[in-house]
């Protein structure tokens, strides 16, 4: 005889069997399966069983469920399988819609990896790339650990950088970053573009199209490498990722520019009144916090600035950054942002140095895409690259002005009042004249020469001077002035070296700038 119910409990007696069964579920497929099909009802069936005792017994009964996969059940949990995103899962199971949670994905289509799918924000599908919550998770890491990921996805997480490269790099994405202060309020910024490029490429992120409340804070870094506190790919001498102790897309990472660009105001001091009676001196420490409120012509001052092609423009857009030298943006296409170092100072003011050698820090025996792109830091040793030389120069008259400093601290300068480099089909031939200054005239030899490097050879020597000298230039057969040479640390005569023909030994510094003809 058997008896069901709803729970397990069992009694024996001489004759009779009672037995009653409560089922569930195996847990992980409780936690994975269930949540995306739905079940049919349990079926019941008990074969006969007989026994025969003469005192009371107790029986334990196990059972084990299965899930029998068929029909429409087993088309989801293939389809489940090869989902890249949770926009996939979102679009092949419509019933996950609103169910946040984690979920296996397949960025590649064979590796699985664990995410977090936001299915609610904003039409759901969301894959979350990055999540901070509660500071559980250490983000000062390095480059591996950020390439491969860290963290758990039901918390704190970065997805990893070879996997968005691999979710962003095949179809178009769009960004949407939410985000929460301590007080509650939330806010969000929305991009309509989105991705980043391969390891080789440093995980260069592209993106636009900002949309939401939040502000757009992130579409200066386009076009920025990804960093980390072993692999320095931003645009300074000192690494942004120690400085921040993090990683990311960063451009330069000082003291945002606002204070050097503003005219501050004087200070209006207020302090209510104090009655000190003591028996022996008394120190009081007083702090005061700057607080900055752009409005009216500060305001307009910053959005000038987010335009200009130069450090010339910069000066005459906003006049009172004469005097201070620096890092500035420039857009020499008026698109694409640039870091350049600015020299507001000398002669005027509104220099765009195109070259800067003071210590030896940076290789100048490049190739020629390198030398396209430029190389090197705006506050270090750099080439700001031929590309940018030639889009500043090919639509405006210039002139060029080079700063000399030997090793006895003499200083003298060379200055003409026409320079311009052509384009790239023109292998970036090169325009000069009109000498004036101290430290001799040892450009002009090389006014309608092309650009070599090591990689491609348009010297008119027979042998490469590019390679014979070590360095990137306008070489004739091959020069008066090699200023992109191997740096020594002292001053050596050798033609091997940071030279101009006129001071005939190696040189401590040099610099190259550019400025608009007035």
Not at 105 to 129: A, E, N, Q
Not at 235 to 255: E, L, T
Not at 300 to 324: E, F, M, V, Y
Not at 369 to 379: I, L, S
Request: net charge positive.
């Amino acid at each position: 005889m058997g008896c069901f119910a709803s729970m397990f409990f069992v009694f024996g007696l001489v004759d009779c069997f009672v037995l009653v069964i409560a089922v569930e579920p195996h847990s992980k497929i409780k936690g994975n399966v269930e949540s995306l099909l739905e079940l049919t009802p349990w079926n019941w069936k008990h074969l006969n069983t007989s026994i025969k005792v003469d005192s009371p017994i107790t029986v334990d009964v196990a059972l084990t469920s299965h899930y029998k996969l068929t029909g429409k059940h087993l088309n989801k949990f293939f389809k489940l399988q090869t989902q890249t995103d949770c926009a996939s899962i979102l679009k092949a199971i419509p019933n996950t819609k609103g169910r946040d949670g984690v979920y296996t994905i397949y960025p590649d289509m064979k590796t699985r990896k664990l995410v977090y799918c936001d299915m609610t924000t904003d039409g759901g599908g969301w894959t979350v790339i990055l999540n901070r919550m509660e500071g559980s998770v250490d983000f000062y890491r390095s480059w591996q650990t950020y390439k491969e990921g860290f963290g758990k996805a039901d918390g704190e997480y970065w997805l990893g950088n070879e996997d968005i490269h691999l979710l962003t790099s095949r179809t178009k994405n769009e960004l949407r970053i939410d985000l929460q202060k301590f007080s509650g309020e939330k806010a969000y910024a929305k991009y309509s573009n989105f991705s980043i490029g391969s390891e080789s490429e440093k995980y260069k992120i592209a993106i636009g199209g900002y949309s939401g409340n939040a502000g757009d804070s992130l579409s200066d870094n386009n076009g920025l490498k990804f960093s980390t506190k072993d692999q320095d790919n931003d645009a300074m001498v000192k690494s942004c990722a120690v400085v921040h102790q993090g990683a990311w897309w960063f451009g330069a990472c000082s003291r945002n520019s606002v204070e050097s660009v503003l005219m501050k105001s004087s200070w209006t001091w207020k302090h209510l009144n104090s009655s000190f009676k003591v028996d022996s001196p008394v120190t009081v420490d007083v702090s005061l916090t700057s607080h900055y409120r752009l409005t009216g012509k500060h305001l307009n001052k910053i959005l000038r600035l987010k335009k200009q092609k130069d450090c010339a423009s910069i000066l005459k857009t906003i006049p009172n950054t004469k005097g201070r030298d620096g890092v500035y943006t420039i857009y020499p296409d008026m698109k694409t942002k640039k870091l350049v170092y600015c020299d507001m100072t000398t002669d005027g003011g509104g220099w765009t140095v195109i070259l800067n050698r003071m210590d030896g820090s940076v290789d100048f025996y490049r190739s020629w895409q390198t030398y396209k792109e430029g190389f090197g830091k705006a506050d270090g040793e750099y080439w700001l690259g031929n590309e940018d030389i030639h889009l500043l120069t090919s639509k405006t008259k210039n002139e060029l002005r080079v700063d000399l400093q030997r090793f006895s601290g003499k200083k003298p300068y060379a200055k003409y009042s026409k320079f311009s480099v052509g384009s790239e089909s023109e292998k970036y031939k090169l325009t000069v004249g009109g000498y004036s200054g101290n430290a001799g005239n040892s450009l002009s030899y090389h006014n309608g020469m092309k650009f070599s490097t090591k990689d491609q050879d348009n010297d008119t020597w027979d042998k490469s001077c590019a390679v014979e000298h070590q360095a990137g230039g306008w070489f004739f057969d091959c020069f008066n002035n090699n200023l992109n040479g191997l740096y020594h640390k002292s001053a050596v005569k050798t033609w091997n070296g940071v030279i101009w023909y006129h001071v005939t030994v190696s040189l401590k510094g040099a610099r190259m700038m550019i400025r608009t003809s007035v």
